[in-house]
Structure formats: structure tokens, C-alpha cells
């Protein structure tokens, strides 16, 4: 079984200001790692992944992630945030093999001020 | 671009309704899923479907049921509606070796029991 733990359930920055959302997890095999975002009244479109290779991995909007094996983290990081990045950002691990079923983290809402 | 539209952006239905909430998608994805989301617990896994008639129990089905009668279709049932159920739903798609793509979610339906 997966757990993931999102470490922040809210996070505010002002705009242009770095941010990183932190996720961890915890799993018995090997997982894929997944961050998706959801935007108000809307439902979740996927920011980035990694499926294997080179532990930084790029994403839509200028998102970019990291994969620390060693530390079982996935944490999401952008350099410089506008308004429109103002959002609930949710992590998800899926097991290598079987069901390939997510799991998901609770969610951070990220709240950028002007 | 692939579509996953659930029928209804609003829902309000009384205690011990029988409620329809549909979802269809237009890519031929074989996988299928519903979950709901509450505020501070993230999204939880329903019910899921791997193929037309077929159906598998996620992490809370207790008080729901599903149809596939066609690939493109997925239909989540609330026997008699409850106020504990109201949350928001989601569904979402991706084809059979959903990992490498993540998954595409709908708008969801926001479902009011009183």
C-alpha cells in the first residue's frame, strides 16, 4: 500500500516570490509520482510526472519537480509565482505494476498574493 | 483534447432521492473512475471500471453503485441520497496503461443533499 503525506495544507506567497509545495510518501514497491493542480470549480489537470530517468522533471506553467529517492519525496517548486497560479495542488503516487490505481495526497492550496 | 464531461456542474437533491450523477468520455480510454473530494481529505476513490460491465470497489463504495453499459460511459448511483454525501464528485479516464499518461478528470458535480 501508498500513503502520501502533503506537509503543507496551505501555503501563501506574494506574486513573484519562489515557492515549493512539499510531498512525501511512503510505499513497499517502486511508485510513479504525479502532481496535479485544480483550479477553482474546476476539476484536477495533470502539472507533471516522472516515470523514470533524470529526477527533475518539468511540467506546464513553469512548474518543475524533484524526485528524491533516498528522502521518498516529490517536492514541486516554482522560481517565480503569479496570481493565476492561486490553486489546490494535490501529489499522487501510483504503484509500479498491479492496479496502477493513485493514490492521492490532501492537497495544498497555494495562495498567491498580489 | 480529451475530454471527460460529467452532466451536471450543480446538484441539489433531497435525503433519500435516487441521484444519477454521469460521466462520458470521448478518447476510448478503457479505465474509469469516481471519486469524491472533501475539504481537508483530498479525493478519495469510489468505485472504478477497467472495461465495459465491469466494476471494482475503491475505497469507499459503501452507500454507492456504478454502471459501464457502454466504453464511453460511467455512471455513479446514490441508492437514497444521504446528507453525508454531499461533496464534490469527480471523474476521470485514461487509457489502459493509465501511468505513463496520468489521468484526465471532468469538471466535477458538486452535489447538495438537504
Known amino acids: 500500500a501508498q500513503s502520501v503525506t502533503q506537509l503543507d495544507s496551505q501555503v501563501p506567497v506574494f506574486e513573484e516570490a519562489p515557492v515549493e509545495l512539499r510531498c512525501n510518501y511512503s510505499?513497499?514497491?517502486?511508485?510513479?509520482l504525479f502532481w496535479y493542480v485544480q483550479y477553482p470549480n474546476q476539476g484536477l489537470q495533470l502539472l507533471l510526472k516522472?516515470?523514470?530517468?533524470?529526477?527533475l522533471v518539468k511540467g506546464i506553467n513553469g512548474f518543475e519537480a524533484e524526485f528524491n529517492k533516498s528522502q521518498t519525496s516529490f517536492h514541486l517548486r516554482k522560481p517565480s509565482v503569479h496570481i493565476s497560479d492561486t490553486a489546490e495542488y494535490f501529489c499522487?503516487?501510483?504503484?509500479?505494476?498491479?492496479?496502477?490505481?493513485?493514490?492521492f495526497g490532501r492537497g495544498t492550496s497555494l495562495i498567491v498574493h498580489p | 483534447d480529451v475530454k471527460v464531461t460529467q452532466s451536471s456542474r450543480y446538484l441539489v437533491k433531497r435525503t433519500g432521492e435516487k441521484v444519477f450523477l454521469e460521466c462520458v468520455q470521448d478518447?476510448?480510454?478503457?479505465?474509469m473512475f469516481w471519486y469524491r473530494q472533501d475539504p481537508g481529505l483530498g479525493l478519495r476513490l469510489i468505485y472504478f471500471?477497467?472495461?465495459?460491465?465491469?466494476?471494482e470497489k475503491g475505497d469507499i463504495p459503501e452507500g454507492y453503485s456504478v454502471s459501464r453499459e457502454k466504453k464511453e460511459r460511467f455512471s455513479l448511483i446514490l441508492e437514497s441520497a444521504s446528507t453525508n454525501q454531499t461533496s464534490m464528485y469527480l471523474c476521470?479516464?485514461?487509457?489502459?496503461?493509465?501511468?505513463?499518461?496520468?489521468?484526465?478528470f471532468g469538471s466535477g458535480t458538486r452535489l447538495t443533499v438537504v
Open positions: 476521470a479516464s485514461s487509457p489502459e496503461t493509465g501511468y505513463n499518461y496520468g489521468y484526465t
Open positions: 510505499s513497499s514497491v517502486s511508485v510513479y
Open positions: 516522472y516515470l523514470s530517468g533524470s529526477t
Open positions: 499522487a503516487v501510483t504503484p509500479r505494476g498491479g492496479s496502477y490505481i493513485p493514490t
Open positions: 478518447m476510448d480510454h478503457e479505465n
Open positions: 471500471s477497467y472495461d465495459v460491465k465491469m466494476k
